[in-house]
Every structure is written in C-alpha cells, then in structure tokens.
C-alpha cells in the first residue's frame, strides 16, 4: 500500500496522534463531564497560548477562520464607523469587504505584494482617518508575509485605537504577546498552528474590546455576539454545564489537548522551533535557486511561499504530490500562477522525518519539471532543523 503523503499545506496541516485519538469515537454531549472539562480547561490555556492576561475573553466557537473573522468584524464596531485595515493581500481584501458589509467606513494601508507597510504608513494613516478600528492580517497567507504586530499595537494604542489581528495562519506559532503588547483581538481557526481539524473558530478579546461591544447600539447576529457566549464561556470556565448553540464536543475534547501539547513545548520554545524550521527552509529554497514572494525579514514562519524559477509551473504540485507530500499552489489572485506554498507550521513543524520527506518531494518534483538541484540542499537542511 502506498504511503499517504503528507499534507503540507497552510491549513489543514497533519495533527498529532494523541489529538486524532481525542477526536475519534462516539461523539460526546455537550454537558457531559469530559466535554465540560475539556471545554473549561482550553478557555483557560488559550489565555497562556495567546500570552493574554487573566482579564482576556476567550471564545470558542463551531465554524471556521471566517466565522472568528465575522466575530471581530460585528463586535468591534458598527455601522458609521470608520475602520482601517492594514491589507497585506488576499485576507486583508476579506477582512474590508466584512468591515464594510458590517457598515463600517474602511480605508486601508495597502503594501505591495509581499511586502508590509512601515511604520510610518501605519501611523499616518491613523493620524489621517482616525479610525475606531485597526484590523491586520498577522501572516497573510496569500502572499507568505507577516506585518510586524508588536509595531501596529504600538501606533494604535498611542492613538487609543482597539486593534485586531487575524492570527489564523500565524496564532500558536508566530510570536504574538497579546497582554504585553496590549492587543485587542487576536483570532485563529483550528486547522492552522493550532493542529486540529476545520471546524472551531477561537478568539481572545481584551477587557478593553468587551467594552467596545457593551457599547453597541447595533448588535451582531446571535450566532456571533460576543455577549450571547459569554455566559457560556464563563460557565465551562467554571465547570458549569450550559447551554447557546451546540459546541463542536469532539473537536473540543481534541483541542484541551493540541494546546496542553503546545503549552509543553512552552510558548517561547514554540515560537522559537517555526523560526528554525522556516529558517532552514528558505534556505533550502535559496540554495536551490529559488526566490521567496515576501520580502527579506517580513517572511512568515508558519509557511513559506516561493516562485517557480523559470520554465516550471503549477504541474510541479502535482509531481510533488506523487512523492509524498501535498503542497498547495498560488493564493492571490493577482500572481497566483506564479509561486506555491509550503505550509510548515504545528505538529509538523517538530517532526523532523516528515520535513525532510516534504523537501525531499519538493526537489523531486521541482527536478521532475526541469529545475535539477543539488543533493547538499538536503544535508543542510537535515543539519538545520536538527
Ligand atoms: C486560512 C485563513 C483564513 C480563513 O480561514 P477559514 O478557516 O478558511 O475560514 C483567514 N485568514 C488567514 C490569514 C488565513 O490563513
């Protein structure tokens, strides 16, 4: 039987044994005693994955990366107001057009396709439309490039401006000190770092942003309303049975532990092991005469995404797959068909064997479309994520 290749991409990524055990089975109930502690347990490491305070909210959810997006959108401001929306590519097009269907005036801070703004453009764009609302993907993974959060905190909060950040490609495993940096929302979907299947959103929300929503006039849909949940959270934080609308029971018995596993690798040493393995792969790439889409040092962590050097095309993921591991091809619609995207974020990112094999198919494939390298790529990389 042929081996099942490696899926490799920026979400859904491969997930550990033990979180595949926790999910299989008879599905449970939503207030039976193992779901009430996963669910009260989770909420509670969530604060410590996100580096957030103990006065930080969070919120688990049935639905996607989307739904966690629409949470922000609709609890954080409303129609009238004007939002800026740092758009770093295809999930910042996502988030304006949300904000805006939320009626929400939006301006954004448009970079060049992998690259960020600076500073400086984030500022003065805060200075000239003062807005309610600062919302930025971490890691866009249509382009593979990550804004520099610690620096959009720094101007929004100068400026008293509540910030989000779209953590769904980068939460768990870029860095990301909520509490220290004084984020307001900071939210992902189960099947990026977090290492889960599809199907939960999750979102941690300052003390400063639950305001912002008890300051509504216009409500957010229930399914989404940060105040419907509350009580809900705040009853399995308390090991209470409750009752909104039915939890995803199995996913969240798998995701008490995907984040006990995180929580003992330890938050520093998780954020340090992508910046290896991210490391060792750009350079793998480099040494086989490839070019990164993101500009040097805005690179995200969780994936790399790489032109196809002269003469090859999409047909390369295809031959990549034939050897053992899928990676997806171009995201954004303006060059979609001229780079591919490795995902190396999560569980993967600590098992050694599966990066080499995904690099491995990577050479392979790239060698089965004309574009031959050599076999020292593998050597280095093998010493590098070591
Ligand atoms: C994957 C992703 C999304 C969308 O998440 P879904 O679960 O597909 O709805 C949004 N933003 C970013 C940065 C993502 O990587």
Known sequence: MAVRPLLMIPGPIEVSPEVIEAFSGPPPGHVSPPVIEAFGSSLEMMRDVWCA?????????????TTAMDMAAYNMIEPGEVALVINTGYFG?????MLRRRGATVHEVVSELGQIPTADDIEAAITQHQPVLVWAPHVDTSTGARVDAKVVCEAANRHGVLTVFDGICATAAEEFRMADWGADVYLTASQKAIGLPPGLALVVVSERAMAKRSSLNVPPPMSLDFHQWLPIMTAYEERRPSYFATPATSLIMALSVALKQTLDHGMDATFARHQQVADAFRAAFHNM?????????????????????????????KEVAKRGAIIAGGLHPKLKTTYFRVGHMGYSAFQNDWLLRTLVAVQGGLEACGHKSDSSVLDKFQDAIA
């Not at 305070?53 to 990366?65: H, Y």
């Not at 097009?93 to 057009?97: F, G, I, K, L, T």
């Not at 070019?291 to 002269?310: C, D, W």
């Open 93 to 97: 097009d996502r988030a304006a057009e």
């Open 53 to 65: 305070d103990n006065a930080a909210q969070p919120f688990v959810v049935a639905g996607s990366g």
């Open 289 to 317: 005469g490839l070019e990164m889409l993101a500009g040097p040092g805005v690179e995200a962590n969780t994936l790399s995404a790489v032109k196809y050097p002269a003469g090859v095309d999409a047909a390369m993921t």
